[in-house]
Antibody, heavy 124, light 113 residues
Framework: QVQLQESGPGLVKPSETLSLTCTVS??????????WSWIRQSPGKGLEYIGY???????NYNPSLKGRVTISRDTSKNQFSLKLSFVTAADTAVYYC????????????????WGQGTMVTVSS | DIVMIQSPDSLAVSLGERATIDCKSS????????????LAWYQQEPGQAPKLLIY???TRESGVPDRFSGSGSGTDFTLTISSLQAEDVAVYYC?????????FGQGTNLEIK
């Protein structure tokens, strides 16, 4: 059973870069069977899809984040990461990593496994 | 982006009674090539991450009690809990995975009456 665990700073200053890591156990970020995703949840905007990365390096981002987001992976540590630049208070949220299982529909499948989430506050 | 609207925003149901939550998408999420609607339902208990309950609009995830059922196709969907249990108190979300960016409904807060 795949398990996911987010980690990273809980407090980030405005205009700086938010950096989070998701550690994967029970599965591999190098597997062609999964898409590795980030989702956030804030009181104002509810659940918001951020993006995903595939083992091939293929990446999809939500256009709403306007080029501020980067998702990458580290196969040696079996982790994938999120960077969100030029943060503002609107980026304050609980950030989740999640898995999409790939089938004939490709990435068009639900988020079947979620991490527990990590709260990130943007404040000076 | 596909907009997902749930109704109601909150719902109070007596134990053992039926709970029904609706979800409407701004455009069809039905793939005509496989006749599947790309719609999922999640349950989020207080302080927890969302948990997948139902996908393809009506397929229960492994381990989900059969009192949970999903129905609908195209743009209109329903989550039904046939006999509400105390442990079902949670916020429920629908989500379309038909196209990126994937989008979620605003959530329905289910309580015990």
């Amino acid at each position: 059973q795949v398990q996911l665990q987010e980690s990273g700073p809980g407090l980030v200053k405005p205009s700086e870069t938010l950096s989070l890591t998701c550690t994967v156990s029970g599965g591999s970020v190098s597997s062609g069977s999964y898409y590795w995703s980030w989702i956030r949840q804030s009181p104002g905007k509810g659940l918001e899809y951020i993006g995903y990365i595939f083992y091939s390096g293929s990446i999809n981002y939500n256009p709403s984040l306007k080029g501020r987001v980067t998702i990458s992976r580290d196969t040696s540590k079996n982790q994938f990461s999120l960077k969100l630049s030029f943060v503002t208070a609107a980026d304050t949220a609980v950030y989740y990593c999640a898995k999409i299982s790939r089938d004939t529909s490709g990435p068009f499948n639900p988020f079947d496994i979620w991490g527990q989430g990590t709260m990130v506050t943007v404040s000076s | 982006d596909i907009v997902m609207i749930q109704s109601p925003d909150s719902l109070a149901v007596s134990l053992g009674e039926r709970a029904t939550i609706d979800c409407k998408s701004s455009q069809s999420v039905l793939n005509s090539s496989n006749n599947k609607s790309y719609l999922a339902w999640y349950q989020q208990e207080p302080g927890q991450a969302p948990k997948l309950l139902i996908y393809w609009a009506s397929t229960r995830e492994s381990g989900v009690p059969d009192r949970f059922s999903g129905s609908g196709s195209g743009t209109d969907f329903t989550l039904t809990i046939s006999s509400l249990q105390a442990e079902d108190v949670a916020v429920y979300y629908c989500q379309q995975f038909y196209t990126t960016p994937y989008t979620f409904g605003q959530g329905t807060n289910l309580e015990i009456k």
